[in-house]
């Protein structure tokens, strides 16, 4: 693929969080391998910046931070989209998203973004309901072995999966912390089954269950959560379930895993 065909989006980013930003520029990185790929759009006002175009096509926005506030009143220039992410989102807004953050839904709004633009019209609004694809779809492989993924898990974790999955005849079992490494994983093998740990605040771990799922829709797809347990107050365990629902895994149990818990669950791998 030329350079002259590759197609590039720039992004201005107000506030979010560490682990949000690291899954944000982990989606920038692997879009470069597309032929349209999306980057972070630095502002003129920085020191020695050299910002590629005149103004952000797009203006991403933490309505949660402090900086939100400016982007009520802020006049926007002609063409350029605002995808709010939280309350309190202004009447201009483009897109408003919730938490936790659906990164496909926000890559879908991207390319939806460069479609409007293709058609010449700076106030075009398109409907796309279809989350474009990055790099979650499978590479071709001749393997046909049953694999797990282990995202976020603690070493007593990973012992006592390791072990009910190979009685279910898993023997491939891949453990990843962090978001680019699961993301990298779930592009080079089809998995059976996916355990997620719902409660580790350094992965975007709610956008890779869904990738997960999507990738893999035949897979059981598990979350483990401190706020799933019985000891847990009853708002957690509705809030830990609904999110768990809404973002399609199958499976939800409490953590500390339960040995006899945890067997029954997998029977379903025999």
Known sequence: MSAMQKQRIYVGVVGFSDVERHALNTVFRLSETRELSYAPWVPQVALGAKPPVMIAE??????ESAEAVLSH?????????LI????????????????????ASVLNDLDAVYAARQADSGLLDLDVTRPAPLDLELESSPEHVRRALL????GQERLALRARLAAMAVPEIDEVDSTEATMNQMRRHPYCCG????DNPHLDVWSLARYFGQGNPQAMSMGISE????LAA????????????????KVLL????????LMQTLECLR
Do not use: Y
């Open 195 to 198: 355990v997620f740990n719902l």
């Open 58 to 63: 797009v203006m991403l926005v933490d309505g």
């Open 227 to 230: 706020h799933a347990g019985p």
């Open 84 to 103: 709010w992410v939280g309350p309190g989102a202004p009447a201009h807004a483009w897109r408003v998203l919730d938490r936790p953050i659906q990164w």
């Open 254 to 261: 409490g953590r500390p895993l339960q040995t006899s818990e």
């Open 234 to 249: 009853w708002w957690h365990r509705r809030r830990v379930r609904h999110d768990t629902q809404r973002t399609g895994i």
């Open 73 to 81: 009143a802020k006049v926007m220039p002609t063409g350029q989209r």
């Open 151 to 154: 995202v976020g898990l603690n």
